[in-house]
């Protein structure tokens, strides 16, 4: 009753109200502003990883020489089922090209893929916005990047033509290749680095286009736990041919998501500076509140209170304050978790700027995942900053002898 009594703004003591008041504001952003950016963080690092994962193997093979393709895939495929943990393994023919189409272009990441493993493949099949994989047969078709198909502004139906510099060899050089294929489906993930760049062809196709013979260029391997790669790398390394290369997802995409980390963890130490400074805040409001109060502290004494009753009045004031800003800041996070994407598109429309560049940030939505441990890790920094910001004001009252304070009085 005391420590909430002494927490009420009062005519005299007005300014210490409100250093309080701005100390409860500092941990609630502070809180909030945590919450929020490492649920951003990780829905992003999810995203990317859902969707990096689900277009590419967790495993690939590669053959080191271009002019060296893989013979045999079919065999090499079926082996690698075998090995403990694979899931499927996909024989693909990954190139660059030029598309073309009217006076547009655009670079292009051309794939080779059966038919079948495209339709089997839930993060192309289940995002087609036009068109069908149904029509992904033939050796005139392709499917392309959503994205790729507006920087090219083709359709459905309408034709591309692939310019390759690996062409036929001539009296006068090598003449780039060039075909035209018509357009059976487009597809949008949600990555413009995939959206606005890759074109999936026939195999049988791209071995001609590519001048591949009966060979591919890489397998790609996915397992039925992509953490598990480094431990199917040995199994794997012992059915492949000894002219190829191997790599799994975490060497290819390393630098990626050590980055992604390591960005996490500096933003966390940043942001708690916030509530660092609030806690500083909490010092100097209950400093300030035990000088006005010395007096009153003094008749406590002198009534009977102990050292520690005093102690505790000031440890429930200044931690009343850190828990509410806490409590505040937990609830202004979930919420905006909850609703950021809404919130992104509302501060667009309001302010007419771009917040969330889907070319910069290869998604084209706003992702937010709360992780409880984060969440609870944030609380629990926020209240012990708090609680140990209340230790030095609420010692010191403690410690005040009461016939000094009521010397004067």
Known sequence: MMALRYLRPRRRQ????????????????????????????????????TRILGLN?????????????IKNYDALSERIRLVKGVKSAIPVIEEQAMALAGQQTAGAVVRGIRPQDLLANKMVADNIVE??????????????????????????????????????????????????????????????????????????EAQIYFNMQSGVNAVEIRLHNPDNAEQALGPIRQQAPPDTYIATWQQMQSSFFNALQVER?????????????????IISSLIMLVQSKASDIGILRTMGASRGTVMRIFLIAGSSIGVMG???????????????????????????????????????????????????????????????????PSWRAARLDPVEALRYE
Not at 57 to 69: A, K, L, M, Y
Not at 266 to 278: D, E, P, R, S, Y
Not at 362 to 391: C, N
């Open 14 to 49: 007005g300014f210490i109200s409100v250093i309080a008041i701005f100390s409860l504001l500092g941990i609630a952003i502070g809180v909030w502003a945590l919450i929020v950016v490492m649920s951003v963080m990780n829905g992003f690092r999810d995203e990317l990883w």
């Open 57 to 69: 193997g967790h495993v690939i093979v590669e053959s080191f020489d271009r002019n060296r393709p």
């Open 131 to 204: 068109g069908s994989l149904k029509d992904f047969k033939g050796r005139d078709v392709v499917v392309l990047g959503q994205r790729l198909a507006q920087k090219l502004g083709v359709k459905v139906g309408d034709k591309i033509t692939l310019v390759s510099p690996q062409g036929t060899a001539t009296a006068f050089g090598t003449a780039p290749r060039m075909v035209s294929y018509y357009v059976a489906a487009t597809f949008e993930i949600g990555m413009s680095e995939y959206d606005g760049i890759w074109v999936y062809m026939p195999l049988k």
């Open 265 to 281: 963890n500096v933003m966390f130490v940043i942001l708690t500076l916030i509530i660092l400074v609030a806690a500083f805040n």
């Open 326 to 392: 806490t409590a505040i800041g937990l609830v202004l996070g979930v919420v905006t978790c909850a609703n950021i994407e809404a919130i992104r598109q509302l501060v667009q429309r309001i302010t007419g700027t771009q917040v969330f560049d889907p070319e910069l940030y290869f998604l084209s939505q706003l992702p937010a995942r709360m992780s409880a441990g984060e969440v609870a890790a944030v609380v629990l920094v926020a209240l012990v900053l708090s609680i140990l910001a209340t230790l030095p």
